[in-house]
């Protein structure tokens, strides 16, 4: 009897049956793992309601900040200004704290002025112990 030796063929094409299987389970793994950090923003506490109150006028020192980065202190009362760096608030405002509790620091903050300006003023007044707080858009 003869033997007949067989070659058997060997397919030179990648089998693609199930590619698309796959694709579809490493799309669905990595959608369902992938997380998105969220901005945090600043944690302030803001008020349920808004009520208008009336304050005095010897309660409120403005801090406005202008696009150069710089801050100019007005009290309430008085028309004097004084420019000074951000970094000075912190004195300045305890030692204002000090002679009045009940003192309002309104941050007014220029409109060309870059975010970080306002949040170094805000930091600032946070540092020196400052609860009342006015966050507003400065108005020419």
């Given at each position: 009897?003869?033997?007949?030796?067989?070659?058997?063929?060997?397919?030179?094409?990648?089998?693609?049956?199930?590619?698309?299987?796959?694709?579809?389970?490493?799309?669905?793994?990595?959608?369902?793992t992938?997380?998105?950090?969220?901005?945090?923003?600043?944690?302030?506490?803001?008020?349920?309601?808004?009520?208008?109150?009336?304050?005095?006028?010897?309660?409120?020192?403005?801090?406005?900040?202008r696009?150069?980065?710089?801050?100019?202190?007005?009290?309430?009362?008085?028309?004097?200004?004084?420019?000074?760096?951000?970094?000075?608030?912190?004195?300045l405002?305890?030692?204002e704290?000090?002679?009045?509790?009940?003192?309002?620091?309104?941050?007014?903050?220029?409109?060309?002025?870059?975010?970080?300006?306002?949040?170094?003023?805000?930091?600032?007044?946070?540092?020196?112990?400052a609860?009342?707080?006015?966050?507003?858009?400065?108005?020419?």
């Amino acid at each position: 009897m003869a033997i007949l030796n067989r070659k058997e063929r060997v397919s030179d094409e990648i089998p693609t049956a199930s590619m698309a299987d796959i694709a579809f389970l490493l799309l669905v793994f990595f959608l369902t793992t992938t997380v998105f950090n969220e901005e945090k923003g600043l944690p302030i506490v803001l008020p349920e309601e808004a009520e208008e109150q009336e304050v005095s006028a010897k309660n409120i020192i403005f801090l406005l900040v202008r696009p150069d980065g710089s801050v100019t202190v007005k009290r309430g009362e008085s028309q004097e200004e004084q420019v000074i760096p951000y970094d000075q608030i912190e004195v300045l405002l305890r030692q204002e704290i000090a002679q009045n509790p009940n003192l309002i620091a309104a941050i007014k903050t220029d409109g060309g002025a870059a975010y970080r300006h306002m949040v170094n003023v805000l930091d600032e007044v946070k540092l020196a112990g400052a609860e009342r707080i006015s966050l507003q858009m400065l108005e020419e």
